[in-house]
């Protein structure tokens, strides 16, 4: 993982994900981001459309741009090579929801929650 693509998940910094339907129509939403040492991580819910998604074709593409400088973005393209559900899901949307707006996740979890990990085939900085 490149080090813009790391600082940029890093931080409070929105993400653009991408997903595709079933007839390949192209579907993205602006998400909340973080990483591990090589996947990029998006935290969502199980009856999304964007995680039936990835479950048929796990191929996405993730921009990420500075809330600082929004002209200054990254693009992960990869592929979803993992999911993580349980207590893992949950700690994880919580620590997302401190470092966005400073507490604890505190809207109901509709279904299950899961982190996508996503495996970084291409990274373009700009």
């Known amino acids: 993982m ?3 693509t790391r600082f940029l998940c890093e931080g409070p910094n929105f ?3 991408t997903t595709l339907f079933a007839d390949g129509d192209p579907q993205t939403q602006i998400m909340w ?3 591990d040492e090589e996947h990029v ?3 969502t ?3 999304r459309a964007k995680y039936r998604n990835v479950e048929r074709d796990a191929r996405v593409s993730v921009a990420i741009w500075d809330a600082a400088d929004p002209y200054s973005y990254v693009e992960v393209r990869g592929r979803v090579v993992e999911t993580v559900g349980g207590d893992a899901a ?3 949307i919580d620590a997302l929801a401190q470092k ?3 507490k604890d996740y505190p809207n109901p979890v509709t279904s299950e929650r899961v982190v ?3 495996a970084i085939d291409r990274e373009l900085i700009h």
């Open 90 to 92: 949950r700690a994880d």
């Open 45 to 47: 819910e199980i009856h």
């Open 41 to 43: 991580l998006i935290n």
């Open 33 to 35: 981001v973080g990483c």
């Open 15 to 17: 993400a653009a994900l």
């Open 116 to 118: 996508l990990k996503i």
């Open 100 to 102: 966005y707006m400073g």
């Open 2 to 4: 490149d080090e813009r």
